[in-house]
């Protein structure tokens, strides 16, 4: 069974940074796509970034350029999500998530590309 923890959040001042981890077990992903989603508080489900296992290209919201940075250890199973310079507006719950197959161009955006999700983690940006 397949199983995605993430972990990592937290209360963090405007202008702070904190490092989100997604531990996959129960397959060894080697070829396919992981993403993190957040939904804000009120809010619909919005794409962060992504990754391809296999070649890393990575892709990112425009509202997280620069800002965030997306990261994996294939030894470890795990992908990171390093938010800097993170703002009241990055508040949300984030959700890791991991398709069976490399996902293409646009279609990593949408969440109904991915076959598993992770339980979530909250990041409350606030002074």
């Known amino acids: 069974q397949v199983q995605l923890v993430e972990s990592g959040g937290g209360l963090v001042q405007p202008g702070g940074s904190l490092r989100l981890s997604c531990a996959a077990s129960?397959?060894?992903?080697?070829?396919?796509?992981m993403g993190w989603f957040r939904q804000p508080p009120g809010k619909e489900q919005q794409f962060v970034a992504s990754?391809?296992?296999?070649?890393?290209?990575?892709a990112y919201a425009d509202s997280v350029k620069g800002r965030f940075t997306l990261s994996r250890d294939n030894a470890k199973n795990t992908v990171y999500l390093q938010m800097n310079s993170l703002m009241p507006e990055d508040t949300a719950d984030y959700y890791c998530?991991?398709?069976?197959?490399?996902?293409?161009?646009?279609?990593?955006?949408?969440?109904?590309?991915?076959?598993?999700w992770g339980q979530g983690t909250q990041v409350t940006v606030s002074s």
């Open positions: 129960g397959r060894t992903f080697s070829n396919n796509t």
């Open positions: 998530a991991a398709s069976l197959k490399p996902i293409m161009g646009a279609l990593t955006k949408f969440s109904s590309s991915y076959d598993y």
């Open positions: 990754v391809r296992w296999n070649d890393i290209t990575t």
